[in-house]
Nanobody, 114 residues
Framework: QVQLVESGGGLAQPGGSLRLSCVVPESILQNNVMAWWRQAPGKQREWVATVAFSQSYAVADSVKGRFTASRDSAKNTVDLQMDFLKPEDTGVYYC????????WGQGTQVTVSS
């Protein structure tokens, strides 16, 4: 069974930073574009960022200039550096391939609050 394991979430103050990491099976990481999604309470899951093989990445307009996505083939991880956090960034963050597989990990909770 595929395992995607997200970590790094927690409580942050507005303006603060968090770095999320997702352990991805090597075979999946080597062969897929990866992405981050998030789901805020009461809302649908939404795309946040994509990181391609070349380390180029794209982010949603709502996080542009604040979030950076990357991948580390040596560690088999994809990461999301989140700076200048806002309360509206609160939610559960997931990594997955792009397009997403049917399987989702447990996600990691991010709460931005003063």
């Amino acid at each position: 069974q595929v395992q995607l394991v997200e970590s790094g979430g927690g409580l942050a103050q507005p303006g603060g930073s968090l770095r999320l990491s997702c352990v991805v099976p090597e075979s999946i990481l080597q062969n897929n574009v990866m992405a981050w999604w998030r789901q805020a309470p009461g809302k649908q899951r939404e795309w946040v960022a994509t990181v391609a093989f070349s380390q180029s990445y794209a982010v949603a307009d709502s996080v542009k200039g604040r979030f950076t996505a990357s991948r580390d083939s040596a560690k088999n991880t994809v990461d999301l550096q989140m700076d200048f956090l806002k309360p509206e960034d609160t939610g559960v963050y997931y990594c997955n391939t792009l397009p997403a597989m049917d399987y989702w990990g447990q996600g990691t909770q991010v709460t931005v609050s003063s």
